[in-house]
């Protein structure tokens, strides 16, 4: 027993139960990195009331997430922007976006889809725009913090 | 925080859920009472039949996301808001962000920190 526990920081609880004749051992272990915990995110269709996916999303805080079309749903927050994409009936898979040289890593805080690009707003008063997992123009938007998007008329 | 459909405003206040329907000079207050903690994120999606459905998150370690439907658009409608799903049991932490599919079939949930479980065989 004492070889699964490494790297996962502090066990609180094991209970073992016998399932067709299998040993089922579960471990309630706190993973932890540091001192923060993980971000998750989850997805219900919620007619069913059933966890379809979920996923650890990052230790940075998640400040938006929106869909931005059928089984592709992003996640912004505190310098990172995440793309997932639909990878299987309950699976979704995750990719970095990339801000290189056109923006600067930094908080975004709201993020709306707008055909096939995708806008956020940054904490230093930019509008980043996003196209596939890349950033491709930032505009000087507001001398302070863009909080809020709202786009008209395209969905 | 405040989301509008079809002249109605919705918006949390603690731990309840307001929907105020603006008619004229006539302003009607309805409430959606189910959740048992402050409401931290709110998002609305209109069907193609045009009710106006309501996904909303709260804060704890056991938090529900609840998602309603707003009820009453009819001028002269009594019906109020009514929870038409309750999902939880994943989040251990308060669910800080939603966000409705396009189609309004999936709801996506953002929480704020997790535990993990981890299963051995």
């Known amino acids: ?155 | 925080m405040t989301y509008t459909a079809r002249g109605q405003l919705i918006y949390p206040c603690g731990a309840l859920g307001v929907v105020l329907t603006v008619d004229g000079t006539v302003k009607t207050q309805t409430y959606m009472n189910a959740h048992t903690d402050l409401i931290l994120c709110l998002r609305a999606h209109t069907l193609a039949n045009s009710q106006t459905l309501v996904c909303s998150g709260e804060a704890g370690k056991k938090p529900k996301v609840l998602v309603w439907s707003t009820g009453g658009a009819a001028r002269n409608s009594k019906t109020g808001p009514e929870v038409l799903a309750c999902l939880k049991g994943f989040h251990q932490d308060g669910v800080g962000q939603v966000a409705w599919a396009l189609d309004g079939e999936l709801v996506l949930t953002v929480c704020l920190s997790c535990w993990m479980d981890r299963w051995v065989v």
């Open chain 1, 1 to 155: 027993m004492s070889g699964f526990g490494k790297g996962w920081g502090e066990w609180n609880a094991v209970d073992v139960m016998l399932v067709n004749s299998y040993l089922r051992v579960r471990v309630y272990g706190l993973r932890k990195v540091g001192a923060t915990g993980y971000h998750c995110v989850a997805v219900y269709d919620w007619r069913k009331t059933a966890l379809l996916f979920s996923a650890q999303a990052s230790q940075q805080p998640v400040l938006d997430c929106t869909w931005t079309g059928i089984g592709t749903f992003v996640t912004v927050g505190v310098n990172h922007c995440h793309f997932w994409s639909q990878d299987g009936p309950r699976a979704y898979r995750r990719q970095r976006g990339l801000f290189g040289k056109k923006a600067q890593p930094q908080p975004l805080l709201c993020a709306k889809a707008f055909g096939s690009v995708l806008l956020t707003g940054c904490s230093s008063g930019h509008l980043a725009i996003w196209e596939g997992r890349n950033c491709i123009r930032s505009i000087k938007a507001h001398s302070g913090a863009v909080t809020a998007l709202h786009v008209l008329g395209a969905r």
